[in-house]
């Protein structure tokens, strides 16, 4: 165990696993900048738990873990500066959730937006455990004191929930826990293609880190854009495109700010301004697509990077735990005679 500042995150094996462009540009990007940086110490899962807060088939569950474990080592997470693991295998997780729990009002949870959304998108499956996920999101966090989270916007409001649960545990029990706090990328909220709705895993509405270049450029070719500008000639509105946002991310800076003037002007159509993001996707997505097709040839690399990584975190979250359980009162102690 180092002395650095923790960093923890993770993302859900939802969908088939294997992560998007709103994962990447909101969160794992800045993860894979943050374990470069070694200022931190820094832990990563795979939250299978979180996931099966919605319905799944548990045969295909395997390959999702594995297919999001992939995607982190191939958008370069180094494993040998900082622990990957399959949240499950910590189970300490678990416990920490129970008793933090025991401190989370009803009706904070009842105020979460996730929940709001999740309980509309699976109407036939809201349960107790889609309710009460940034409990254990909270556990996830505080099991390792981390205190820099990066995140996407969508999950701001569970941290702030978490820095509270932190509070209130600490009113009650004594100093134990940080407050962690989100980082967010410059582009904390990529949309899906479609405009509707944020890009996600489980909407179908997702440019995925492995998509073959055809495929990106399928995509593309029906995304939404400002609704605007349908034709060439008509002046954009930059600022409120999907388009332009994934630019800003994955285009070099000079030629952003041309694409925005000449957006605006109505000089650049949406098909060309379309035709150049293929171009950056690609670039930054070729040596992912690499890097995934080698692990899949050596599955058994993924595997033990996620076995050492459990092992690694199971050591923080074990004295964290023995910490929480001393703070609570949670042993025998026969009374004063
Ligand atoms: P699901 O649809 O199952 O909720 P998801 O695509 O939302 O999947 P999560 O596993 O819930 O992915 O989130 C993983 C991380 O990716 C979180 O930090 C989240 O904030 C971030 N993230 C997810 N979607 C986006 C997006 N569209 N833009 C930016 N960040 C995102
Ligand atoms: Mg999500």
């Known amino acids: 165990m180092s002395n650095r500042p923790r960093i923890f995150s993770g993302m859900q094996p939802t969908g088939s696993g294997e992560l998007h462009l709103g994962n990447y540009l909101g969160a794992l990007r800045n993860w894979v900048e943050l374990v470069d940086q070694q200022k931190y110490e820094a832990l990563f899962a795979v939250v299978d738990s979180h996931a ?53 009002a009803m009706g904070d949870l009842q105020r979460m937006t996730q929940f709001k959304e999740k309980s509309d998108q699976y109407k036939q499956n809201v349960n107790s455990g889609l309710f009460t996920y940034p409990v254990l999101m909270a556990a996830d966090i505080l099991v390792y004191k981390a205190t820099v989270v990066p995140v996407g916007d969508d999950q701001v409001q569970h941290l702030e929930l978490s820095r509270e649960i932190a509070r209130r545990f600490n009113a009650r029990y004594g100093q134990v826990f940080p407050e962690p706090k989100p980082l967010l990328t410059k582009t904390p909220r990529i949309m899906g293609i479609d405009g509707k709705a944020k890009m996600s895993k489980s909407r179908g509405n997702s440019i995925d880190l492995f998509d073959d270049a055809k495929t990106v450029e399928k995509k593309l070719k029906g995304a939404f854009t400002d609704p605007a500008k349908l034709r060439l000639g008509d002046a954009g509105h930059p600022e409120i495109c999907n388009v332009f946002t994934m630019h800003t991310a994955l285009t070099d800076a000079a030629l952003v700010a041309d694409i925005d ?26 040596p992912m697509r690499e890097r995934a097709a080698a692990l899949r040839a050596e599955p058994a690399r993924v595997l033990d990077v996620l076995r050492d990584g459990a092992a690694r975190a199971r050591e923080i979250a074990q004295a964290t735990l023995v910490e929480v359980r001393d703070a609570m009162g949670m042993r025998a102690e026969a009374p004063p005679r």
Not at 69 to 78: Q, V
């Open 52 to 104: 099966t807060t919605v319905e799944y088939d548990p045969k295909q569950m395997p390959h999702r873990i594995f297919g999001t474990a992939l995607s982190y080592l191939a958008a370069g997470l180094d494993p040998e500066r900082c622990s990957v693991f399959i949240q499950s295998d910590v189970p300490e997780h678990m416990e920490l959730a129970w008793y933090l729990g025991t401190v989370t």
């Open 261 to 286: 003037r000449d957006c605006r002007s109505g000089a650049l159509g949406c098909g060309d301004c379309k035709k150049r993001l293929v171009q950056s996707l690609n670039t930054a997505l070729d």
